[in-house]
């Protein structure tokens, strides 16, 4: 019996072995159905998204391709019209050319003058007289882009203008400020910067001999832009970046060189536009990142703006950082012993009302007032203005001169600060060093405070001095790095008070009151209702 019973325990056995073996099984098959219902279902899902997605883009097509359709007949149907309209246009051209060398206008009209040169398509003539009314620049940016439009070929006219500069430029000629002057007035005629963003058609028309011909001259020039000693200045950097972008000739170059103009050159007031008609794409958020770094928090908003990157860069936390390392600059100024009290005194207040006026003009720009209050800065802006106006009466009556220049910067003989030496400029991840460490002679940027350098024009500032002149009117504006680049560095001054060691002479302001570091938060609110502010 126990024998039978010890089988009939080892049969039980067995057989639940064999259950738990086939729920094991029933288990794994169960989570791979379920695995594959999960995989099938997440396919059909994705493949109809797919194909709603290629529906609307069959629809997108097809009422891309009606609308191109309709437009290419529309231009199709305009093409008699637009021949007649344009040989028409050529004709009375031609006539106006021919009569012109037949009988050369001799009108003393500033406007007549250019527009006879341009029928004529007389580009040297054009240059040398641009450059013979230089004392005109007003006048002639109004009239220059009309004047263009009276050409045959405004491109070629203007080209011919530019590959004589560059020629003259390679053979080292003489009076190539003034030329390279005249050639950026008209290409800034001809490309204006209303159509860099939007280029395309809707720029100058020109052929396409004339963009192979641009190509070669704008290579040329390339050659000696990036030549070992040759001296790059800002006005000819923003030319070239003008070229390549009105002749749409950026594939032609690397996008090293072209990327390190815009960052040598950034303080220029085109230079953000043009970044942006260039289209680095996510490279531009490696360019403001880089414009931080060296401390042009102001030219990193204009980029920002221009750009749309004002979520990553916010223009009133850069503004706030450039306004904290300009206290800062002018606080450090203020400690420097080894000049007079009144020489680093009025070296701090101008350093930091240039700072402010940049920071009001950029405020003022992008209508940012509501979201960065400008008015305690007005307020102390209006304080420094007439502490300079004081100093300035008080020179007067002294009878000694303010813009007395001194001897070399570590002299003994003058009495205001010596400039500062500038920051190194961080390296680029590409092989192009900065245009200003190959120049010397214009390796000092300066910040966009210097463009503000002149008084304000507040209501009721009649005792103090006129506005000043119109914001970076005109190309060779200096330009001036940014505060924040470090502690110690160049400081921009108004040329007429600036000695040729780079500092002021304040012998005749030793009596002058001290004006310690200005509590922006804590200011008053101002008095006066502001009015326009000149630039």
Same mark, same amino acid.
Not at 4 to 28: G, M, N, P, W, Y
Not at 46 to 63: A, E, M, T, Y
């Given at each position: 019996?126990?024998?039978?019973?010890?089988?009939?325990?080892?049969?039980?056995?067995?057989?639940?072995?064999?259950?738990?073996?086939?729920?094991?099984?029933?288990?794994?098959?169960?989570?791979?159905?379920?695995?594959?219902?999960?995989?099938?279902?997440?396919?059909?899902?994705?493949?109809?998204?797919?194909?709603?997605?290629?529906?609307?883009?069959?629809?997108?097509?097809?009422?891309?391709?009606?609308?191109?359709?309709?437009?290419?007949?529309?231009?199709?149907?305009?093409?008699?019209?637009?021949?007649?309209?344009?040989?028409?246009?050529?004709?009375?051209?031609?006539?106006?050319?021919?009569?012109?060398?037949?009988?050369?206008?001799?009108?003393?009209?500033?406007?007549?003058?250019?527009?006879?040169?341009?029928?004529?398509?007389?580009?040297?003539?054009?240059?040398?007289?641009?450059?013979?009314?230089?004392?005109?620049?007003?006048?002639?940016?109004?009239?220059?882009?009309?004047?263009?439009?009276?050409?045959?070929?405004?491109?070629?006219?203007?080209?011919?203008?530019?590959?004589?500069?560059?020629?003259?430029?390679?053979?080292?000629?003489?009076?190539?400020?003034?030329?390279?002057?005249?050639?950026?007035?008209?290409?800034?005629?001809?490309?204006?910067?209303?159509?860099?963003?939007?280029?395309?058609?809707?720029?100058?028309?020109?052929?396409?001999?004339?963009?192979?011909?641009?190509?070669?001259?704008?290579?040329?020039?390339?050659?000696?832009?990036?030549?070992?000693?040759?001296?790059?200045?800002?006005?000819?950097?923003?030319?070239?970046?003008?070229?390549?972008?009105?002749?749409?000739?950026?594939?032609?170059?690397?996008?090293?060189?072209?990327?390190?103009?815009?960052?040598?050159?950034?303080?220029?007031?085109?230079?953000?536009?043009?970044?942006?008609?260039?289209?680095?794409?996510?490279?531009?958020?490696?360019?403001?990142?880089?414009?931080?770094?060296?401390?042009?928090?102001?030219?990193?908003?204009?980029?920002?703006?221009?750009?749309? &990157?004002?979520?990553? %860069? @916010?223009?009133? #936390? *850069?503004? =706030?950082?450039?306004?904290?390392?300009? $206290?800062?600059? +002018?606080?450090?100024?203020?400690?420097?012993?080894?000049?007079?009290?009144?020489?680093?005194?009025?070296?701090?207040?101008?350093?930091?009302?240039?700072?402010?006026?940049?920071?009001?003009?950029?405020?003022?720009?992008?209508? &940012?007032?509501?979201? %960065? @209050?400008?008015? #305690? *800065?007005? =307020?102390?802006?209006?304080?420094?203005? $007439?502490?300079? +106006?004081?100093?300035?009466?008080?020179?007067?009556?002294?009878?000694?001169?303010?813009?007395?220049?001194?001897?070399?910067?570590?002299?003994?003989?003058?009495?205001?600060?010596?400039?500062?030496?500038?920051?190194?400029?961080?390296?680029?991840?590409?092989?192009?060093?900065?245009?200003?460490?190959?120049?010397?002679?214009?390796?000092?940027?300066?910040?966009?405070?210097?463009?503000?350098?002149?008084?304000?024009?507040?209501?009721?500032?009649?005792?103090?001095?006129?506005?000043?002149?119109?914001?970076?009117?005109?190309?060779?504006?200096?330009?001036?790095?940014?505060?924040?680049?470090?502690?110690?560095?160049?400081?921009?001054?108004?040329?007429?008070?600036?000695?040729?060691?780079?500092?002021?002479?304040?012998?005749?302001?030793?009596?002058?009151?001290?004006?310690?570091?200005?509590?922006?938060?804590?200011?008053?609110?101002?008095?006066?209702?502001?009015?326009?502010?000149?630039?």
């Amino acid at each position: 019996m126990s024998t039978e019973l010890a089988i009939s325990t080892d049969r039980v056995q067995k057989f639940i072995d064999d259950l738990e073996a086939h729920k094991t099984i029933l288990s794994t098959c169960t989570q791979l159905f379920t695995a594959l219902t999960k995989h099938f279902s997440s396919l059909q899902d994705s493949l109809s998204q797919k194909s709603q997605s290629l529906d609307s883009k069959f629809l997108s097509l097809s009422s891309t391709s009606s609308q191109t359709l309709e437009s290419l007949s529309l231009r199709e149907s305009s093409i008699p019209d637009r021949e007649s309209a344009v040989t028409a246009r050529i004709e009375t051209q031609k006539e106006s050319a021919l009569a012109e060398f037949q009988n050369p206008n001799t009108s003393a009209q500033l406007s007549e003058s250019l527009k006879s040169l341009s029928r004529r398509m007389d580009s040297m003539g054009l240059v040398k007289f641009i450059v013979s009314k230089r004392k005109e620049s007003v006048s002639l940016r109004a009239e220059i882009s009309n004047a263009l439009y009276e050409a045959v070929d405004p491109p070629r006219l203007v080209l011919e203008a530019v590959d004589d500069f560059v020629s003259q430029k390679i053979g080292k000629t003489g009076g190539l400020t003034d030329k390279r002057w005249a050639c950026g007035m008209l290409v800034q005629a001809l490309f204006p910067d209303a159509n860099w963003k939007g280029k395309k058609g809707e720029g100058p028309e020109f052929a396409r001999s004339i963009g192979e011909r641009a190509a070669k001259v704008v290579e040329k020039w390339k050659g000696q832009l990036d030549g070992e000693g040759e001296v790059v200045g800002a006005a000819e950097a923003v030319m070239f970046l003008q070229m390549v972008v009105g002749f749409e000739l950026k594939e032609r170059f690397e996008e090293g060189f072209l990327r390190k103009l815009v960052v040598d050159f950034a303080s220029r007031r085109d230079m953000a536009k043009l970044a942006a008609a260039l289209e680095f794409g996510d490279k531009m958020g490696d360019i403001i990142d880089e414009l931080v770094k060296n401390g042009k928090e102001i030219e990193a908003v204009y980029f920002a703006m221009e750009a749309g &990157l004002t979520e990553r %860069f @916010s223009p009133v #936390s *850069l503004l =706030k950082s450039y306004l904290r390392n300009s $206290k800062k600059n +002018a606080t450090t100024i203020l400690k420097n012993e080894n000049y007079s009290a009144a020489a680093t005194q009025e070296e701090s207040n101008n350093v930091e009302l240039n700072s402010i006026k940049a920071i009001i003009k950029c405020v003022e720009d992008h209508k &940012l007032e509501s979201e %960065f @209050s400008v008015d #305690s *800065l007005r =307020k102390r802006a209006t304080q420094l203005e $007439k502490v300079k +106006a004081d100093r300035r009466k008080s020179s007067s009556a002294t009878g000694k001169p303010q813009n007395k220049r001194g001897h070399n910067a570590g002299s003994s003989r003058g009495s205001g600060p010596s400039a500062f030496r500038p920051a190194k400029a961080a390296k680029f991840s590409n092989s192009y060093p900065p245009f200003s460490r190959r120049n010397p002679a214009s390796s000092a940027q300066h910040s966009p405070a210097a463009r503000y350098s002149g008084p304000y024009n507040y209501a009721g500032q009649n005792v103090f001095e006129g506005p000043t002149a119109p914001y970076a009117a005109a190309y060779g504006v200096a330009h001036s790095q940014s505060p924040a680049a470090v502690t110690q560095q160049h400081y921009p001054h108004p040329v007429d008070n600036v000695g040729a060691a780079g500092y002021r002479n304040s012998g005749a302001f030793g009596g002058q009151t001290s004006y310690g570091a200005y509590d922006y938060v804590a200011a008053p609110p101002s008095a006066y209702q502001p009015s326009s502010y000149t630039q």
